[in-house]
């Protein structure tokens, strides 16, 4: 059986990389990796944006409150939460859906007005957070194939959202970033940091169904 785990217990979050570059098919592969992820409903209501350009990165890393990670990294990648999100978010979603599996157009109208109105139930605010939730599961795997691949990762959250959004003129497109990820690779001789983790007896719970039905 494949494990991802000792994919996982290599990597960490890297804070100086290494002017080592990521090839254009490991690169693709890991875009691919968000792309492929489960999404709720199915919508995906974020994109990723690639940034390589070292004048971007630098002013990327200001809003980064000076991370260094954003100028040593061979790539950047932005996810970026949609910010309006409604009925033409769900459209677009089984018009791809209809084309896709070559299914009849409409065959799933009831379907899809459920979805409309779920999404009309929450706030502006829940929606984004929704959004934002959604762009995480494709970080996830973003880091997961980037350590099976040996390529380092650092996931950020630690920016102006703000002045992110502004660099990479996100709103112009209705997107607003959620989290970013320095991507590249150690120096040879980076010495990794323990792992700091929960102990599986605090972090797992087993419910037995007898014990949840007495
Ligand atoms: C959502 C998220 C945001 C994070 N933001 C930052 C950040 O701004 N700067 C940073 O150096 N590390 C950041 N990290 C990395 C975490 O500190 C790191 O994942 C955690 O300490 C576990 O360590 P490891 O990834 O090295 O195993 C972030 C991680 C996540 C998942």
């Given amino acids: 059986m494949n494990s991802i785990i000792p994919a996982l217990q290599w ?13 254009p098919s490991h690169l693709e592969s890991l875009v ?13 209501p974020y994109q990723v944006w690639v940034v390589e350009e070292r004048s971007l990165l630098a002013k990327l890393a200001e809003a980064a409150y000076g991370q260094e990670q954003l100028n040593s990294c061979s790539h950047l990648l932005v996810f970026a939460n949609e910010t309006s999100i409604g009925d033409s978010t769900v459209d677009d979603y ?23 109105a779920a ?17 995480y599961l494709g970080l996830g795997s973003v880091l997961c194939q980037a350590a099976v691949l ?29 989290v970013i990820c320095a ?28 014990e949840v039905t007495k």
């Fill in 11 to 23: 990597r960490y979050s890297l804070k100086q990389f290494s002017s080592r570059s990521i090839e």
């Fill in 32 to 44: 691919e990796a968000a792309r492929l992820s489960a999404s709720s409903y199915g919508l995906q």
């Fill in 94 to 116: 089984f018009a791809r859906y209809y084309q896709q599996t070559n299914t009849t157009a409409e065959s799933l109208a009831g379907y899809a007005e459920h979805i409309k």
């Fill in 119 to 135: 999404l009309r139930d929450k706030t502006q605010q829940q929606r984004l957070a929704w959004a934002e939730q959604q762009a």
């Fill in 150 to 178: 040996g390529i380092d990762s650092c996931p950020m959250t630690g920016f102006e959202q703000a002045a992110v959004n502004q660099i990479l003129s996100l709103g112009k497109h209705n997107l607003s970033a959620s």
């Fill in 183 to 210: 991507l590249g690779y150690r120096e040879a001789d980076a010495t990794p940091p323990s792992k700091v983790r929960k102990e599986k007896a605090e972090f797992v719970h087993y419910v037995g169904s007898l």
